[in-house]
Nanobody, 111 residues
Framework: QVQLVESGGGLVQPGGSLRLSCAAS????????VSWYRQAPGKERELVAA???????NYADSVKGRFTISRDNAKNTVYLDMNSLKPEDTAVYYC?????WGTGTLVTVSS
């Protein structure tokens, strides 16, 4: 059984930074694609970033140049570094591996 646990969310001012973590168990992040999604209130869940087994990454246009996805194979963890945060980045952030989802971590960008 795959389990994904997100952490690192919180309240941050516009222009600030946060690092989200997705700790996986039951499957290896080094040989699977892992994705970060987000869902803002009243909106559909959307893909934010993904990292493939080979290390290739892709990003939503709205976060390119501000967010970076990476992984630590030894810790079986995927990270999302978020910089220059904007109020519109406010959402619950989820990680996904195969068909498994974490429970999410809330990011609130507000002054």
């Amino acid at each position: 059984q795959v389990q994904l646990v997100e952490s690192g969310g919180g309240l941050v001012q516009p222009g600030g930074s946060l690092r989200l973590s997705c700790a996986a168990s039951g499957s290896s992040v080094s040989i699977n694609m892992v994705s970060w999604y987000r869902q803002a209130p009243g909106k559909e869940r959307e893909l934010v970033a993904a990292i493939s087994y080979s290390g290739n990454t892709n990003y939503a246009d709205s976060v390119k140049g501000r967010f970076t996805i990476s992984r630590d194979n030894a810790k079986n963890t995927v990270y999302l570094d978020m910089n220059s945060l904007k109020p519109e980045d406010t959402a619950v952030y989820y990680c996904k591996l195969h068909s498994f989802w974490g429970t999410g971590t809330l990011v609130t960008v507000s002054s």
